[in-house]
């Protein structure tokens, strides 16, 4: 194995059924990160200063999930160490964890002080919580809430509308492309399944998941500051009450574990099943850990058990 730019240490944890493999890495940069469980290359752990979070044996417990993915981002170095791999590299859908890259767009191309006219074709979207009507008017800034904490549809379609949808996805598409995460592809600012066959899924693999929480934590935080609200008032344009917002993330009021949660974004539809990602300072405080679940009827119980087994696992 080539190495110019970069040091890799992989260490063996188990392999359980099915010939599954969990690992860990340490990498400098994103292609590391991609390229290297893509290979399958496996090499002795060296020592490196930047494995703080060391293993203990211990044995992981079983997934329905088709992806369970975890990684260590060290917020000084900004070196990065897998803790839990698989199905990390897989493309699958990811329903509304998509909104981690709606909310993006709008907070790099909108005024969040921007007044929005509810349409009724926004409010014809599926499952939505938003309580919408008709010729509402919100702010930027109002949507985006509704968008992340109760994972409003209406909300996200209303957001698309300002620029049109489709030029909103062609920049969600642009933006995945410049942040180097080939994996991901969107068709709609929501996350639903398709409601045509000539429209996709959005997908995305684990890896790349976490990367864009990573780019987002670093470079947009205020998005987990709002993800990691449990209640919230959403108020109109004019600053009246709308109605109060509860998080989709039940995991957010969890007091079990020693360190704090920095926020998550869930998802759920009938192909995608159900969709998790949770963000949890590290418990030495040095950075943060990123866990992903895809494709799991059981997102909030195994992301309990994987967060549990990650924290006893890793010290």
């Keep these: 194995m080539h190495q110019k730019d970069y040091l890799i240490a992989v260490?063996?944890?188990?392999?359980?059924?099915?010939?599954?493999?969990?690992?860990?890495?340490?990498?400098?940069?994103?292609?590391?990160?991609?390229?290297?469980?893509?290979?399958?290359?496996?090499?002795?752990?060296?020592?490196?200063?930047?494995?703080?979070?060391?293993?203990?044996?211990?044995?992981?417990?079983?997934?329905?999930?088709?992806?369970?993915?975890?990684?260590?981002?060290?917020?000084?170095?900004?070196?990065?160490?897998?803790?839990?791999?698989?199905?990390?590299?897989?493309?699958?859908?990811?329903?509304?964890?998509?909104?981690?890259?709606?909310?993006?767009?709008?907070?790099?191309?909108?005024?969040?002080?921007?007044?929005?006219?509810?349409?009724?074709?926004?409010?014809?979207?599926?499952?939505?919580?938003?309580?919408?009507?008709?010729?509402?008017?919100?702010?930027?800034?109002?949507?985006?809430?509704?968008?992340?904490?109760?994972?409003?549809?209406?909300?996200?379609?209303?957001?698309?509308?300002?620029?049109?949808?489709?030029?909103?996805?062609?920049?969600?598409?642009?933006?995945?492309?410049?942040?180097?995460?080939?994996s991901m592809q969107f068709s709609n600012p929501t996350g639903l399944d398709p409601k045509t066959s000539a429209e996709k899924l959005n997908t995305s693999s684990s890896s790349d998941l976490a990367l864009l929480t990573r780019y987002l934590l670093v470079n947009f935080p205020s998005i987990f500051d709002m993800l990691s609200i449990e209640k919230f008032t959403l108020l109109t344009a004019e600053s009246k009450p709308h109605h109060i917002m509860s998080n989709t993330n039940k995991l957010l009021g969890h007091d079990g574990w020693p360190t704090k949660i920095l926020g998550g974004k869930t998802g759920m539809t009938p192909t995608a099943q159900g969709t998790l990602l949770l963000v949890l300072e590290s418990p030495d405080r040095k950075g943060y850990i990123v866990n992903i679940m895809l494709n799991t009827p059981h997102r909030f119980q195994e992301m309990e058990e994987l967060t549990d087994w990650i924290l006893a696992t890793y010290k």
């Design 11 to 182: 260490v063996f944890l188990l392999t359980v059924g099915g010939g599954i493999l969990f690992l860990s890495e340490i990498s400098t940069n994103k292609k590391n990160i991609q390229n290297n469980l893509a290979a399958q290359v496996f090499e002795t752990p060296t020592p490196s200063p930047a494995a703080s979070i060391t293993p203990t044996p211990n044995s992981a417990p079983e997934f329905s999930a088709h992806a369970v993915y975890s990684i260590f981002f060290d917020r000084t170095t900004e070196e990065s160490k897998i803790l839990l791999d698989i199905n990390g590299e897989k493309p699958l859908p990811i329903a509304s964890i998509s909104k981690l890259m709606t909310a993006l767009v709008v907070l790099k191309h909108y005024n969040l002080d921007a007044p929005v006219v509810i349409s009724e074709k926004a409010i014809q979207e599926p499952e939505d919580s938003g309580n919408f009507k008709t010729g509402e008017v919100f702010t930027v800034q109002g949507l985006l809430y509704s968008l992340l904490v109760e994972s409003s549809n209406d909300a996200a379609a209303a957001l698309a509308e300002v620029v049109g949808r489709d030029h909103f996805v062609q920049l969600m598409n642009e933006n995945a492309k410049e942040l180097g995460l080939s």
